[in-house]
Nanobody, 121 residues
Framework: QLQASGGGLVQAGGSLRLSCAAS????????MGWFRQAPGKEREFVAA????????YYAGSVKGRFTISRDNAKNTVYLQMNSLKPGDTAVYYC????????????????WGQGTQVTVSS
């Protein structure tokens, strides 16, 4: 089970930190990532991280503003979001799978419930 948290309402330019904690099994050897879905839009990739944390991947729209990290001891992945824009408003989902490529493709085996992020202008 993946439990996402940390969403909320923030003004443009503000920051939020999302967390996704896994329970029931360890995902320390799995790639983890974040996706988001805005109203009326398709789900889109945001960021992903390899099992070791040595490789990270970002969508162009968030690169330089968002940082993905993980703590394998806590079975948790984080998404630090800075300089938030109204266009970042969406429900954010965490995803886990064996390979980063599978996560990037949006075909992860494990998905968490979403957490709402709303950025006001």
């Amino acid at each position: 089970q993946l439990q996402a948290s940390g969403g909320g309402l923030v003004q443009a330019g503000g920051s939020l930190r999302l967390s996704c904690a896994a329970s029931g099994r360890t995902f320390s050897s799995y790639a983890m990532g974040w996706f988001r879905q805005a109203p009326g839009k398709e789900r889109e990739f945001v960021a992903a991280i390899s099992w070791s944390g040595g490789s990270t991947y970002y969508a162009g729209s968030v690169k330089g503003r968002f940082t993905i990290s993980r703590d394998n001891a806590k079975n948790t992945v984080y998404l630090q979001m800075n300089s938030l824009k109204p266009g970042d408003t969406a429900v954010y989902y965490c995803a886990v799978d064996n390979l980063p490529s599978t996560v990037l493709a949006g075909k992860a085996h494990y998905w968490g419930q979403g957490t709402q992020v709303t950025v006001s202008s």
